[in-house]
């Protein structure tokens, strides 16, 4: 049997991955110097037979034949200097979901924002319809979600491969797709010229249907529901990009000819997606949702999908690196900005999410707080999760919504729940 190995496995991308391998008649091994056994992730990859090492090296030996990495290992890592003595192949993990693929036919979902949510919309009614699919995903699928069951992937029998495809390190162009959804486009991670020009080079590689974008958004008569060919859809996700996710994929299934009533029987039972304004609970009539957005755009639209004309949106983010942080600062302080002017309430920013390694600290989220407070939004520096806890608690009041926003930090989804499971309690 092959046995792969995995650098940070418990990455968002990297775990997914593994758990196809796994499925996929690989032994699989990893190491992540986040590892917890404590951790949801890491029980799940345990729990289907995935052995998980320290990161010093000693996960891999001769008998290793590939070794998977991500663009944000860097180049000193003890595994990846590990395998290089050893003479493992390294393979990019995009590289290594191309190769589960193989010939079969593939759709893949790109863009700036809301990739996740209609990777997992599609994957869901393409499941729905007995169309059996394999789905590679960036977060959990609510319905598939069990007991160590991440939900983020999905192995089925046929040929048919739905995936996430990632721009931010330009490896979605090592995928030549059937078809491919590219939800919009808007600056992140490069500016946008060269990001037009990358997602142009993806769909010329795409040899099918190429959905770009949504058109004008026809909402119908229920809450979160559009009219699409005079049929009305609806989704349980509230906010308007969710329901323009969801056009693009009714737009994708439209040119497959799909039969559309059950394209909309399948929507109507889609549960979401983790941490996409996921509802932790609710306290003191104060609702508390848990969201992953990261970068100006998807921030934006997650302020706006839970903004209450009856109460305050109490907000708190993570920046989860330096480099984003820097590069998006002018755009975040005008997001931020722009939704203190219309709706009041509270932003408070923690710590920039540091996970090790070399980085150079650019800007900070202090600076980010300093900005705000120029324009006169009263942004807070919270030091640590025990203060913003103290501070949302003496805050809010009933009829409010706690928003928390960010990538990569496991601890964001937890406070979420510990908020609602120890309100006005000491931990």
């Not at 090592?174 to 993806?202: C, G, K, M, V, W």
């Not at 004008?216 to 906010?239: C, I, T, Y």
Request: charge should be neutral; include cysteine; aromatic fraction near 8%.
């Amino acid at each position: 049997m092959r046995r792969i190995h995995f650098i940070g496995i418990g990455g968002v991308g990297m775990n997914g991955l593994a758990q196809l391998a796994a499925c996929s008649d690989y032994s699989v091994s990893g190491s992540d110097r986040a590892y917890s056994p404590d951790s949801e992730t890491f029980q799940a990859l345990e729990d289907i037979g995935i052995s998980i090492f320290p990161q010093d090296g000693s996960g891999m030996d001769k008998s290793t034949t590939q070794v998977v990495y991500s663009t944000a290992i860097e180049s000193d890592n003890p595994d990846l200097q590990q395998s290089k003595q050893l003479g493992i192949p390294l393979l990019h993990r995009a590289e290594l979901l191309n190769k589960l693929i193989g010939d079969d036919e593939l759709i893949a979902v790109a863009g700036t924002a809301g990739k996740t949510t209609t990777t997992g919309l599609l994957g869901w009614i393409f499941e729905c319809m007995e169309k059996d699919p394999s789905v590679y995903n960036g977060a959990g699928v609510v319905n598939w979600k069990r007991p160590k069951q991440l939900g983020n992937i999905r192995r089925g029998s046929s040929n048919l491969w739905i995936i996430e495809a990632d721009e931010s390190d330009k490896s979605f162009l090592n995928f030549h797709p059937t078809h491919t959804i590219i939800t919009n486009i808007s600056r992140d991670h490069y500016e946008l010229d060269e990001l037009h020009d990358l997602f142009a080079q993806f769909c010329k590689q795409t040899s099918g249907i190429i959905i770009e974008g949504s058109p004008r958004l026809h909402l119908g008569k229920k809450p979160n529901s559009f009219v699409f060919q005079g049929m009305e859809f609806s989704l349980s996700m509230p906010g308007k990009h969710n329901l323009e996710n969801a056009l693009s994929a009714v737009r994708l299934c439209a040119a497959l000819e799909l039969d559309l009533e059950r394209v909309r029987d399948a929507m109507a039972r889609f549960k979401g997606i983790e941490r996409r304004l996921e509802v932790a609970g609710e306290v003191e009539r104060i609702r508390i949702i848990d969201d992953y957005a990261h970068n100006p755009a998807k921030i934006s639209a997650a302020l706006a999908a839970v903004s209450n004309p009856h109460g305050r949106v109490r907000a708190y983010w993570r920046p989860h690196g330096f480099t984003p942080l820097f590069q998006g600062l002018e755009d975040l302080v005008e997001v931020f900005s722009t939704h203190w002017e219309k709706n009041g309430g509270s932003i408070f920013i923690l710590p920039v999410y540091y996970a090790g390694g070399t980085v150079a600290k650019k800007a900070t989220s202090a600076d980010l707080v300093n900005r705000l407070n120029l324009n006169g939004v009263p942004a807070m520096l919270v030091p640590n999760y025990g203060v913003l806890k103290q501070q949302l608690e003496a805050t809010a009041l009933p009829g409010d919504t706690l928003l928390g926003m960010g990538a990569r930090d496991p601890e964001l989804p937890r406070f979420a729940k510990r908020l609602v499971s120890k309100w006005k309690k000491h931990d």
